[in-house]
Each structure stands twice: as structure tokens, then as C-alpha cells.
Nanobody
Framework: QVHLVESGGGLVQAGGSLRLSCEASGLTISSRAMGWFRQAPGKEREIVAAISWRAGVTYYTDSVKGRFTISRDNAKNTVYLQMNSLKPEDTAVYYC??????????????????WGQGTQVTVSS
């Protein structure tokens, strides 16, 4: 059974930083594309960042480029999202997700079958 457990959310002032962690069990992240999504109140869930099983292949939505960094520690089976220069518009519940396929050749958000419970990030102005 697959479990993804997020941690690291909280309340931070604008300009501050947070690091989210997603520890996986029941699957091996080294063979999966992993992603961070977020959903703000009244808005649809959106992709924030993703990391391929291929070394060095990442994706970022435009609004977080240059501020957020996604990374993985295969030995710990954990994915991270380092968030710097946070803005009030980054406030949302952040979810970790895993591609249902191993060794996918491309990012495909509709294939993200496994989800964590989410962690709240609140950025005050």
C-alpha cells in the first residue's frame, strides 16, 4: 500500500522560506516522477513543481520559477520542495503526488494517482 506523508508546512511572513518534505512508502521514488501540487481556497488544484526519475529533469510552474526548488533523496525515499521568497499568493494546501507509472518518459499530471494528505502553507503579508 502506497503512503505519501507531507510535512513542513506552517505560517511564514512574506519573503520567508519553508521546506516541505514528502516521505514515501510502498513505492520507490527513484523510479517515479514525483510532483508537488497546491490548492488555494476557491481555486482549482495546480501543479507547482515536478521531478523526473531521470537525473536533473524538473518542471516548475511559471509563478514559482527562481523561488522554489524540488529535489529528491532516493536513499530516504523522500521528495522536498524548498520554497524561498514566499508571497501571500503562495498560500495553499500543498500536496505531494506520485506518477502511477515507473520510468515515465514525460510528465503527465493525469497519471498522478498517489496523493498525500496535504500540508497547509500560509504566507502573511
Amino acid at each position: 500500500q502506497v503512503h505519501l506523508v507531507e510535512s513542513g508546512g506552517g505560517l511564514v511572513q512574506a519573503g520567508g522560506s519553508l521546506r516541505l518534505s514528502c516521505e514515501a512508502s510502498g513505492l520507490t521514488i527513484s523510479s517515479r516522477a514525483m510532483g508537488w501540487f497546491r490548492q488555494a481556497p476557491g481555486k482549482e488544484r495546480e501543479i507547482v513543481a515536478a521531478i523526473s526519475w531521470r537525473a536533473g529533469v524538473t518542471y516548475y510552474t511559471d509563478s514559482v520559477k527562481g523561488r522554489f526548488t524540488i529535489s529528491r533523496d532516493n536513499a530516504k525515499n523522500t521528495v522536498y520542495l524548498q520554497m524561498n521568497s514566499l508571497k501571500p499568493e503562495d498560500t495553499a494546501v500543498y500536496y505531494c503526488a506520485a506518477d502511477e507509472r515507473n520510468y515515465s518518459g514525460s510528465f503527465a499530471w493525469e497519471r498522478y494517482r498517489y496523493w498525500g494528505q496535504g500540508t497547509q502553507v500560509t504566507v502573511s503579508s
